[in-house]
């Protein structure tokens, strides 16, 4: 069964860090891109980082850049989200999924983790 299984969320004052791990299973990640989005309520799905499957390449969000950093270890089959300098408006439940090679749809996606950014 493949899954992803995300944690590191809660509840932190603004301009804290969180740092959100993924964990895959069920199969091999190494060779997927893998992304994280998020959901505020009331909201759609937003895209918020992603990563090649070496962790040579990376891209964000504009919302994002310079304050989170995405990054993987394969051996671990777990990818990360470091987030730095939170704003009330990060607050939404934070998804990882996976995007097979030359498939450019995330075909596997975690149950997600709440992150609150309090004022």
């Known amino acids: 069964q493949v899954q992803l299984v995300e944690s590191g969320g809660g509840l932190v004052q603004a301009g804290g860090s969180l740092r959100l791990s993924c964990a895959a299973s069920?199969?091999?990640?190494?060779?997927?891109?893998m992304g994280w989005f998020r959901q505020a309520p009331g909201k759609e799905r937003e895209f918020v980082a992603r990563i090649n499957w070496s962790g040579s390449s990376t891209y964000y969000a504009d919302s994002v850049e310079g304050r989170f950093t995405i990054s993987r270890d394969n051996a671990k089959n777990t990818v990360y989200l470091q987030m730095n300098t939170l704003k009330p408006e990060d607050t939404a439940v934070y998804y990882c999924?996976?995007?097979?090679?030359?498939?450019?749809?995330?075909?596997?996606w975690g149950q997600g983790t709440q992150v609150t950014v309090s004022s």
């Open positions: 999924a996976s995007r097979l090679i030359g498939v450019n749809v995330y075909a596997y």
């Open positions: 069920g199969r091999t990640f190494s060779s997927d891109t």
